[in-house]
């Protein structure tokens, strides 16, 4: 397949743009998946500093699907999702983590866990996306995923930071 580049040196038809598609498709179907899943995560915890947290991500995150949306049209394309078995199999880990325990600390740090994991998916799948972008000379998709990027690695430091400062002593104290 001959490439075809645009007027400012974009690839429009090669290997590496259908890959930046399909994982884009992904990461797409994630974050709405994402989008499901917090309001339950926010149901469950218990700590106050972990619901604010949850709560603003969920803001964040709606944003984050305009963004996706965004890098779609930069490259004249409908957006679409496609299945994200890996963010999926999280969602469903992190569903059964606060189904089997009781409200309070343990269940908190459960969801940060699940939380983190699912940040560290995010912050892979998004770094991947702009190194493909930038490969491909996509400038406005490059923008716009550093910045996601650049959310989902906060998210998980705050993520940190809620756990250590609190949630992890009191789970490490409540008895089994």
Known sequence: MENQNTTDGTILASQLMKLFEN???????????????????????SSGELIVLLTNHL??????????????????????????????????????????????????AGIISSSQKIEHYEIASYGTLRQFADTLGLKEAVLLLEATLTEEKAADEKLTKVATNAINVEAAYQEA
């Open 23 to 45: 994982e884009l498709k992904d990461i797409y179907w994630a974050e709405k998946a994402i989008n499901k899943a917090l309001p339950k995560m926010i149901k469950h915890a």
């Open 59 to 108: 803001a964040e995150t709606e944003k984050q699907i305009t963004r996706v949306e965004k890098v779609f049209k930069s490259i004249d394309r409908k957006a679409t999702a496609k299945k994200c078995e890996a963010m999926e199999g999280l969602i469903k880990e992190a569903e059964e983590k606060m189904e089997s325990c009781e409200s309070g600390p343990m269940c908190d």
